[in-house]
């Protein structure tokens, strides 16, 4: 069987390992120059730290990232805390980390034979027919498999083959982020999660490379003027403006920032289907979802794990496996989608009652729990065994 994976980001490059590690002949065509990444920072979380682990990248992970520990804290914006931060499966499994982006897409390429990987190859069109399906590129050149994998983000260029396109939702906010080196910030701490929520913003930071770096998000409201994952230098001093009364360690760690990146934070209504033939959507191309929950990433390394495990189950019927998957993981990223988004209006105090507010805080564990403990690929096993 050959796949080709469209958009080289952690969706395609995680399905692409996947594939492989089943024998599957995979290609992955990544437009831009070379593989990359924003300078920033992405938390991993049990559900899909267990399948890095699958793919042989256990110890990769534990030396890149940075384990979050049980003292991770949200608080209100003057610092007062609300309530611990879940940084375990309910077993106990300390697994939520702080990763450079930059370190995951590596390791995902740097574990796949030489080759897979093509770059600087966009693909602009899409066509099939019983036999095959294929892709073209923006110089011309054609490329033909079983099953083409649309991992190709927010915009994505294929999707419209499968769905009629549905417009991204602004959800009101911008996320300026970046990392800080903690040489420069020795005090902070370099294994805790911390997350400030006041009126219409919040503010979130946690350790990457071993606590070496702290990786700082700061949401606030902004018109739609921004376009779809836009990003363009900002001027610190307008954070300063954004967070000032807030705690002083907030302030603090603005102090220390030069050059800030914004980015317009949109969605989607979950999709009405994933699958066309020998097509299929993965990752933000399937189910984009706002950050809130910081799931984005590891539910497209789900994706990948449940989509490579159906399709090996079934040589020859690459169309049904497509099917299966779609219908295993529908639900759950579209529980995850809407979650995202109710997170996030209690992260910007979006409450009349603020001590329902820091009720609801504390009670997110419960969701935590339901999204750390899933194993995708005991739940893809019982679906290619039943295809
Ligand atoms: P992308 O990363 O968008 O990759 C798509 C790739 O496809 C790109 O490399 C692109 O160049 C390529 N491409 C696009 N079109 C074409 C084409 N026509 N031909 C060839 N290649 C193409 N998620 C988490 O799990 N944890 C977090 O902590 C977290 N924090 C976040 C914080 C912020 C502020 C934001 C905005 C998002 C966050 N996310 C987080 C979400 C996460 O970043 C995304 O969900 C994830 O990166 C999506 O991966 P992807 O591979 O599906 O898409």
Same mark, same amino acid.
């Given at each position: 069987m050959a796949v080709i994976v469209v958009g080289g980001g952690i969706g395609g490059l995680f399905a692409a390992n996947a594939l492989h590690q089943r024998g599957i002949d995979v290609a992955v065509y990544e437009q831009a120059a070379t593989l990359s990444e924003v300078g920033a920072g992405v938390q991993l979380t049990p559900n899909s730290v267990r399948q890095l682990q699958r793919l042989g990248l256990?110890?990769?992970? +534990?030396?890149?990232? #940075?384990? /979050?520990?049980?003292? @991770?804290?949200?608080?209100? $914006?003057?610092?007062? &805390?609300?309530? !611990?931060?879940?940084?375990?499966?309910?077993?106990?499994?300390?697994?939520?980390?702080?990763?450079?982006?930059?370190?995951?897409?590596e390791m995902l390429a740097a574990n796949l034979p030489g080759g897979v990987v093509q770059t600087g190859r966009r693909c602009v069109g899409f066509?099939?027919?019983?036999?095959?399906?294929?892709?073209?590129?923006?110089?011309?050149?054609?490329?033909?498999? +079983?099953?083409?994998? #649309?991992? /190709?983000?927010?915009? @994505?260029?294929?999707?419209? $083959?499968?769905?009629? &396109?549905?417009? !991204?939702l602004y959800s009101g906010s911008v996320a300026y982020r970046g990392l800080v080196s903690r040489r420069r910030i020795a005090w902070w701490p370099p294994d805790e999660i911390q997350l400030w929520m006041g009126p219409s913003r919040h503010f979130l930071t946690y350790p990457v490379r071993a606590g070496e770096m702290i990786n700082w998000v700061a949401f606030i409201p902004a018109d739609e003027s921004l376009a779809e994952s836009w990003s363009a230098p900002g001027d610190p001093a307008v954070l300063r403006r954004e967070f000032a009364g807030w705690d002083e360690r907030v302030a603090q760690l603005i102090a220390h920032l030069e050059v800030v990146y914004g980015w317009g934070l949109y969605d989607r209504e979950p999709l009405a289907r994933w699958t066309n033939g020998r097509l299929t959507l993965l990752g933000d191309a399937a189910h984009p979802m706002l950050p809130h929950v910081g799931q984005g990433a590891n539910q497209a390394m789900e994706d990948g794990m449940a989509l490579a495990t159906v399709l090996s189950a079934a040589?020859?019927?690459?169309?049904?496996?497509?099917?299966?998957?779609?219908?295993?993981?529908?639900e759950r990223t579209s529980e995850v989608q809407r979650r995202a988004r109710q997170t996030g209006r209690a992260y910007d105090s979006n409450y009349d009652d603020l001590a329902a507010r820091d009720a609801d805080i504390a009670a997110s564990r419960d969701f935590r729990f339901w999204v750390y403990d899933y194993d995708v690929l005991h739940d893809?096993?019982?679906?290619?065994?039943a295809l």
């Open positions: 256990g110890d990769a992970v +534990d030396r890149a990232g #940075a384990v /979050d520990s049980e003292r @991770s804290q949200y608080f209100r $914006h003057d610092g007062s &805390p609300i309530a !611990p931060i879940t940084t375990t499966d309910s077993r106990g499994w300390n697994a939520v980390m702080g990763m450079h982006r930059a370190d995951l897409i066509e099939q027919d019983e036999r095959a399906a294929r892709v073209t590129f923006a110089d011309g050149t054609t490329s033909e498999a +079983d099953v083409v994998i #649309a991992a /190709d983000g927010l915009h @994505s260029r294929l999707q419209h $083959h499968v769905v009629k &396109p549905s417009i !991204p040589p020859g019927r690459s169309p049904a496996a497509l099917a299966a998957y779609e219908r295993m993981r529908r893809a096993e019982q679906v290619a065994a």
